[in-house]
């Protein structure tokens, strides 16, 4: 067995018995499965002849065994096949026969992760390449019992592993997996504020994640809950599109004893799978920009034929993003507030703060969210967090069950400036957050008040959910004839009034918490005596700019100084010339 931090890199090895059998892109479909099996095998190995002696009794007396070989296990799953892995060597000859024997011999649940890995294909396709017992072999090698490798190691070896594989085949390695700091980070976020609620004994809650990935953001969870309070129990549910990062969450939660039925297969957006659902806690970390075209039109039907008793009745994004998407769907699943509230955290890129104007869609899901007063704080992360992008990004704490003081009020935190530089980066991710740094963001949430650093620079800042919206009037010139007079209507409504210019119109953007009459005398009528606003295009929007409120103006260098600089650099320059021309 190899040192901890080199198991990832022990199971890696497997490549180089691949290596001209199969494209790089392709080892993933090889490795992923067997490290699944090879964990399954090893967890069960301790109860294997007690599984078998009580299978050859329930089978005398022609009962159904599965239910007593699980209660053999202590987990909601079993071998009944006499085969083990080691076993298999022993049979040269006959190794993909008996390997095939061997996963029949797994429940239905289990069955279903092989068949998600496409695993029969790859047993058949080294077989043919001779590879089938060396690669067998191999993994024999490594003890991936839970007693050597604890979950959340295990779960960490996946996602290098698919890191590794995302980078060979030039996909997405963001699509599968989230930071583990930054689920920390969000977890705290979560459970900060329920502290007295989650420290009863017996306490059963539920957390959902509508794009598991492999199920990290479950399992960050679940292990946080434990430590808080070791008598607490709390049921997981997701739903995943890859389906090899489907097939390794439902292998994690099923070692964990969870209720693997909780985990759905499939596009959360076009086929939700847990309808009519709610939950006491969620994360989620949707893919960031990606356009949602595959599934427009069943989107659109939702939106447009079920409204608010929907998913999407607020409005739609863009097509080019639909992260916000994510956020309706959630926003759907939050537990009503008689049956306890529920609270979520959701990782979002910069645009939905601001992207689109009064009406657009997404102005729309931000109103329905600050009006509804749902949304508890928004923390921007630093750069470069995370593995595929460098970009910012902001968790977003959405809530039903708002503390008395927090109604109303949005906390902003800035926590772009606390990170530390990783060793050794990961694809994008070059920056990390360090326990302080989870903890003091943690502060910041929980104390809720205003707060700056020491050079004066905020970091916490608390708005009304009203500060973020405005009024967008529509601002109209008269229209003038040649002679420079104004053009009035000939009939109807019109009759007798000044007829706008099209090429004369503006908008104008008024807080909502401005008067649109007073600013519209204040701001307009000084400039263009004869303009007049136009109510039947006045639209509400809203906009949440970040970055401008954590904004400090730095005054510029004095002249002098730079003149001075600029001299010294021009008289550098001179130098060196002189130099190259003697």
């Known amino acids: 067995m190899p040192p901890q931090p080199a198991l990832s890199s022990f199971i890696w090895s497997v490549a180089d018995l691949l290596r001209g059998d199969y494209k790089q892109s392709d080892y993933g479909k090889v490795i992923l499965p067997f490290t699944v099996l090879r964990r399954l095998d090893c967890v069960l190995l301790p109860t294997k002849d007690a599984v078998l002696a009580e299978l050859a009794a329930k089978e005398k007396l022609g009962v159904n065994p599965a239910p007593f070989l699980k209660r053999k296990t202590g987990l909601p799953f079993f071998n009944q096949s006499p085969l083990d892995l080691n076993k298999l060597l022993g049979d040269p000859s006959n190794v993909a026969q008996n390997l095939f024997a061997y996963i029949q011999g797994f429940g239905p649940e289990v069955r279903d992760i092989f068949e998600h890995f496409e695993f029969q294909a790859q047993i058949e396709r080294l077989s043919k390449a001779g590879l089938l017992y ?3 072999e191999k993994f024999c090698q490594v003890d991936l019992h839970p007693s050597r490798v604890s979950n959340a190691d295990m779960g960490t070896v996946f996602e290098e592993l698919i890191r590794k594989f995302a980078e060979l085949s030039n996909e997405t390695a963001g699509e599968h997996f989230t930071p583990r700091e930054i689920i920390r980070l969000m977890v705290n976020l979560l459970y900060t504020e329920d502290g007295d609620a989650l420290s009863k004994p017996g306490v059963v809650r539920t957390l959902y994640d509508p794009t598991a990935g ?3 953001m479950l399992s960050v969870a679940g292990e946080y809950l434990a430590e808080l309070n070791p008598k607490a129990s709390l049921n997981v549910y997701g739903q995943e599109l890859n389906p090899e990062s489907f097939a390794i969450c439902k292998a994690d939660m099923l070692i964990k004893g969870q209720n693997v039925d909780n985990i759905v297969f499939g596009n959360t957006l076009s086929d939700d799978g847990h309808p009519g659902e709610h939950f006491d806690y969620m994360l989620s970390n949707p893919p960031f920009g990606v356009e949602w075209k595959k ?3 069943e989107v659109r039907r939702e939106h447009e034929t079920q409204g608010f008793s929907g998913r999407f009745g607020p409005g739609l994004p863009r097509v080019s993003d639909g992260s916000m998407l994510f ?3 959630l926003i759907s699943k939050m537990r009503p507030t008689g049956e306890g509230g529920s609270r979520f ?4 890129n910069g645009s939905p703060l601001f992207t689109g104007g009064a009406g657009s869609g997404e102005s729309e899901i931000r109103r329905y969210v600050l009006e509804n007063d749902l949304l508890e704080a928004i923390v921007g992360l630093p750069t470069d967090m995370f593995y595929n992008t460098g970009i910012s990004t902001y968790v977003w704490i959405i809530s039903n069950r708002k503390p008395a003081a927090r109604k109303g009020k949005v906390q ?5 400036g606390m990170w530390q530089k990783m060793r050794k980066s990961l694809g994008s991710k070059r920056k990390e957050l360090s ?3 989870i903890d003091r963001i943690t502060r910041l949430f929980g104390d809720f008040v205003e707060a700056q650093e020491d050079d004066g620079t905020p970091i916490s800042r608390i708005f009304d959910n009203e500060a973020f919206g405005y009024h967008s009037i529509t601002v109209e010139r008269p229209l003038r ?12 409504k019109q009759k007798g009034k000044p007829q706008p210019d099209a090429s004369l119109r503006d908008t104008e953007n008024v807080p909502y918490t401005e008067d649109v009459g007073e600013y519209f005398k204040r701001e307009v009528l000084p400039h263009a005596p004869d303009a007049w606003i136009d109510p039947d295009k006045t639209k509400v929007g809203y906009e949440i700019p970040f970055n401008r409120h954590f904004y400090v103006f730095k005054p510029p260098r004095p002249l002098a100084k730079i003149d001075a600089e600029l001299k010294q650099t021009t008289d550098r320059i001179l130098d060196m010339i002189k130099g190259l021309s003697a």
């Open 134 to 136: 060396q690669v067998t």
């Open 214 to 216: 492999t199920g990290g």
């Open 295 to 297: 599934v427009e039109k």
């Open 327 to 329: 956020l309706l769907h």
């Open 345 to 348: 955290g959701i990782v979002l």
């Open 412 to 416: 902003l935190i800035d926590a772009s």
């Open 435 to 437: 326990d302080a740094h």
């Open 481 to 492: 004839d040649e002679a420079g007079n104004i053009v009035l209507g000939q009939k109807g």
